[in-house]
């Protein structure tokens, strides 16, 4: 079963998922403690994530497929985003300095064309995040939240679909060890459940956190033909 925009904004307004997304902000903080002067963009669903770059940013952008429908942000003032073709997104070669992925890759119709887009939009010296359910994890099985559902992958599954298109992974990383549910005895051990599984079950994290870079010393790939792109926006913002 597939889930849209309303149900990753229910998710973010539970205490699981504000809890969830402090926790992976932060990991996305270490990744990229600075962002000043460069252009964003948030690839699925990342509004809970895109925010805390965004006064710094020289441009922030939150894009979602057409699958997903429109996800609006930020609240309460002019919308940065719109809503495009996953394999074709409105913006020019080289738009970006970073790129963010999440909610976005276990959802995508076609993972490798994905890729290849966001390939397209990366400046050669940009970096992606790449933020996907682990298969191993009790995350992906639970349809409670936004990463029960799509296609969850093993860290060596996602590096390997990276590396076969010429991206180079830089790092990986786990969180989010809790149990997805919203019991309060298991929301107030949720610092812990985070250090007793980065500890003894490192395996069974919930997500996989993957850096990469273009790899520009590999082959790269056939420049496709010019396409069409559509983006559709909110017309009352």
Do not use: H
């Given at each position: 079963m597939s889930i849209d925009a309303r149900d990753a904004a229910e998710f973010y307004a539970t205490t699981l998922g504000g809890l969830s997304a402090g926790l992976i902000r932060a990991e996305l903080r270490k990744l990229w403690p600075d962002c000043s002067n460069?252009?964003?963009?948030?690839?699925?669903?990342?509004?809970?994530?895109?925010?805390?770059?965004?006064?710094?940013?020289?441009?922030?952008?939150?894009?979602?497929?057409?699958?997903?429908?429109?996800a609006l942000w930020p609240a309460g003032r002019a919308s940065l985003s719109c809503t495009g073709e996953e394999d074709a997104l409105p913006f020019p070669d080289l738009s970006f300095d970073r790129i963010l992925l999440v909610h976005g890759l276990e959802h995508a119709g076609n993972a490798r064309q994905t890729l290849r887009e966001?390939?397209?939009?990366?400046?050669?010296?940009?970096?992606?995040?790449?933020?996907?359910?682990?298969?191993?994890?009790?995350?992906?099985?639970?349809?409670?939240?936004p990463f029960g559902h799509g296609e969850p992958y093993t860290n060596g599954q996602l590096t390997r679909l990276l590396t076969s298109l010429f991206f180079q992974v830089e790092s990986q990383h786990s969180c989010l060890y809790i149990p997805p549910l919203n019991w309060r005895l298991n929301l107030r051990a949720f610092d812990l459940w985070e250090r007793f599984g980065a500890l003894f079950a490192p395996r069974f994290a919930g997500l996989t956190i993957a850096e990469a870079t273009k790899d520009l010393h590999a082959v790269i790939p056939l420049?496709?033909?010019?396409t069409r792109r559509r983006v559709l926006v909110d017309a009352s913002h």
């Open positions: 460069l252009s964003l963009l948030g690839l699925g669903y990342t509004g809970p994530y895109l925010r805390q770059w965004r006064a710094e940013a020289r441009r922030t952008i939150a894009a979602s497929p057409q699958s997903f429908g429109p966001v390939w397209r939009l990366l400046k050669d010296d940009g970096r992606l995040i790449v933020v996907v359910p682990n298969r191993q994890g009790m995350w992906a099985y639970w349809e409670n939240n420049k496709r033909q010019p």
